[in-house]
């Protein structure tokens, strides 16, 4: 069964300071990967999005890796502000029809305190 | 740019009662997608559709029909309501498929109760 699968489900961390999530996939055949933040009450906006070839993207203080042979992704996020207050969502793109079903994961509650 | 907006905002729905959310999106995207979030679990999706005049299922697209007449429109439609159907609910839209590297715009949802 495809699944995605998060860690930690919740995590609080002091402004300033780094932190990393963690998704695990099992959708076969792949064929992207994306993070989304969600901020309360919001529709969720798309942060990065990777192909199995790509091991590393960035969009600002956010970090994506993947590691394809091991169906392993990770969201690291330098230096916390406040307004990174947010659920992470880790989203896979099953690549075994051409509409592209994207399977999602239950997400990561970050909370930054000051 | 307004991108995706969700019409209503909130609804309170009453058991056999039925509603049409609506989403427009002012970017001329193909896709459009309907889903619901319910708490601990992932966003699931309803029905989409991949351009005008066209709506397919998704994973739990028991107990909504959907209509997409207009390309820029996609209401979700809801014929009679029920309890489990109470949920946050949101539509996106994207360029093209999310095969490709097709980023997803997504409205600010629909909290939905029926009670």
């Known amino acids: 069964k495809n699944q995605v699968e998060q860690s930690p489900q919740s995590l609080i961390i002091l402004e300033g300071k780094n932190c990393t999530l963690q998704?695990?996939?099992?959708?076969?055949?792949?064929?992207?990967l994306r993070w989304y933040k969600q901020d309360t009450g919001r529709g969720p906006v798309s942060l990065t999005i990777?192909?199995?070839?790509?091991n590393t993207k960035s969009n600002g203080r956010y970090t994506a890796t993947l590691d394809a042979d091991t169906k392993q992704s990770s969201l690291h996020i330098t230096a916390s502000q406040l307004s990174d207050s947010a659920s992470y969502i880790c989203v896979v793109s099953d690549g075994s029809s051409n509409t592209g079903k994207l399977i999602f994961g239950q997400g990561t509650t970050l909370q930054v305190k000051p | 740019n307004a991108g995706v907006t969700q019409t209503p905002k909130f609804r309170v729905l009453k058991t056999g009662q039925s509603m049409t959310l609506l989403c427009a999106q002012d970017m001329n995207h193909e896709y459009m997608y309907w889903y619901r979030q319910d708490p601990g679990m992932g966003l699931r999706l309803i029905h989409y559709s991949v351009g005008e005049g066209t709506t397919a299922k998704g994973e739990v697209p028991d107990g909504y029909n959907v209509s997409r007449l207009k390309k820029q429109n996609f209401l979700l439609g809801l014929e009679s309501a029920a309890p489990s159907q109470t949920s946050v609910y949101f539509c996106a839209s994207s360029y093209s498929s999310v095969y490709a590297k097709n980023i997803q715009y997504f409205g600010a949802g629909t909290r939905l109760s029926v009670l």
């Open positions: 990777m192909t199995f070839s790509e």
């Open positions: 998704c695990n996939y099992t959708v076969s055949p792949f064929s992207n």
